[in-house]
């Protein structure tokens, strides 16, 4: 809980204060603990309007997720390979995210909408910005 904590009043600082996310006009949050025992935290955050990050490129300036190098940190590796992934979806084997499809009762889909396309680089569809 030490480490997370640090973590998340560092990253907290980063959107009110440092505002690398554009000027906060609100925020609320929860903290909640999955049954594996890890924090995560819901977050909602309102950037004021001028102030929001309006393109990709910019966004991608900000924001990264990339897979820890599995030889040099193997434990963390296989920790978000485990926990944090969504595992290949198809519909051909039942898994606890497919549900029926509207558009189709017949055939089942992942509430999730997975699997995605991988993109290199932030794509905001036209009206996601508010
Ligand atoms: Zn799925």
Redesign the pocket.
């Known amino acids: 809980m030490g480490v997370f904590m640090l973590r998340w009043r560092t990253f907290l600082c980063d959107l009110l204060y440092n505002q690398a996310l554009g000027e906060v006009e609100y925020y609320t949050y929860a903290i909640e603990f999955q049954k594996t025992g890890l924090p995560l935290v819901h977050m909602g955050l309102g950037i004021k309007r001028g102030s929001q990050l309006t393109c990709g490129k910019n966004i991608d300036a900000v924001i990264s997720a990339e897979m820890p190098d599995p030889i040099k940190e193997p434990v963390l590796f296989d920790l978000v390979k485990h926990l944090m992934i ?2 290949p ?1 198809n519909t051909s084997t039942p ?1 606890r ?2 549900r029926p499809d509207p558009n189709d009762p017949t055939r089942k889909r ?3 909408f ?1 699997p995605k396309h991988y993109s290199e680089t932030t794509i905001i569809d036209e009206g996601e910005i508010q």
């Open positions: 969504h595992d979806c898994k995210c497919h992942c509430r999730f997975f």
